[in-house]
């Protein structure tokens, strides 16, 4: 703002005198040229009534007369304080005695005619020098003008090279300013995201970053609030669940052995139904308090050293019955490997891993277990024989209630919480969990977890 003010004051100078230097200058070369045909026209009106006396010349002579003495005093004025005032006040006196001397009637006519030679022949050259005055008026305005303008010139230049890094500090200064409060906003938008919701929100800078801090503040306390009744919700849920749940299991026990009386074939099959479904029923609500404990807070470890091999096989026999009656096909690839870590916790990852395998593998398909070591880190990968998962579901399948599109002929709809919840276990061991291309049908999920953590715990 202060460069383009200098430079439309330096503008408007420079406008200004050319305006009012110049065209003075040029008023002032003007009425001297005037002066000079205004005399020439009064010597000859004059020379002719001599000769002729005819009234009507002379009314010429006193017409030119008072056009010569209009355009004296314009050009008086246009010459206020300078050298040419003097020399048009010096014409416009002698003009006067050269006119009173010229009116007196006992003027003889020779005497007459000398007199206005002598006269008219001074004023012209008074008016010539007027004139030429003028001229280098002009020239002078005209370098005074040049040099006004070559300093406005060097001004703008200096003030366009200033602003060059004047605005680099400016755009570097308000960078800085601007760019450490979005960072906190961005930064506390990643913890929002990342479900932190413990730590306050404050925004440092201007009032209106300050405004959006205290917003997102208030956003984290409403999203705390939301997760804890989520919590409270799938805990009291669960537990009211797991109730009636467990009368209708000890129910079905009692009736499938027999102690209210024996049954027959068809009763026998309906209780094992009824026996299959409340065991899967309570699967699902295992699954909702372990979603709910994980995204709760971070699950709590319980280390100890953990035999991966013997932990799969144990798995794998729990799943014996479901395997045999969709005649799935297991082919383990198990090596000897040990880490430290929450066996419970791995257990649950390689139940939820195996359960969905064995979900969308059709009849008569095939499992593949796999568990290595490479690079410190124990690799479990979980191959099966389903419709496989679209590659842009990849991460999704991760996120909690997600089914995904695909379905297995025979699909009974479970939870979408099994990956989820592996998911949650695995990075807790400061693991990572995802879905990896391989040939064949299917999907296949690999686990890589350390040998060793970083942290210790009771």
Known sequence: MIALALAVLYIDRLVDQSQNAVYQAVEATRGSRLLIS???????????????RDAALLEAYQTSREDFQA???????????????????TLIATEQKLFERFSKSDLQAADADQLLADGFGDLAEQARGILNV??????????????????????????????????LLSVAGFTTLIAQPIRQVVHAIRRLGSGNFDDPISVSGPKDLQHLGHQLDWLRQRLSDLEQQKAKFLQHISHELKTPLTAIRESVDLIADGVVGPLNEQQQEIAGILESNARQLQGLIEDLLDFGTAQSHTPPLYLTRVPLKPLVNGIVKNHKPTLLSKQISLESRLADVSLLGDRDKLATVVDNLLSNAIKFTPVGGRIEIDLKKENGQAILEVTDSGPGIERDEWERVFEAFYQGRRRPTG???????????????????????????????????????PLELGREEP
């Open 71 to 89: 355009t004296s005093r314009q050009l008086l004025a246009l010459t206020r304080g300078s050298e040419q005032e003097r020399q048009v006040a």
């Open 38 to 52: 205004q005399l020439n026209a009064m010597e000859r009106y004059a020379r002719q009534y001599l000769v002729l």
């Open 411 to 449: 699909y009974v709809k479970g939870s979408g919480l099994g990956l989820s919840i592996a998911r949650e276990y695995v990075l807790a061991h400061q693991g990572t969990i995802a879905v990896v291309a391989h040939d064949g049908p299917g999907a296949r999920l690999r686990v890589s977890l």
């Open 134 to 167: 003028s001229s280098r008026l002009i020239d002078h305005q005209v370098e005074i003008l040049s040099r006004t303008a070559s300093e406005a010139q060097r001004v703008l230049f200096g003030l366009a090279f200033a602003l060059v890094p004047l605005t």
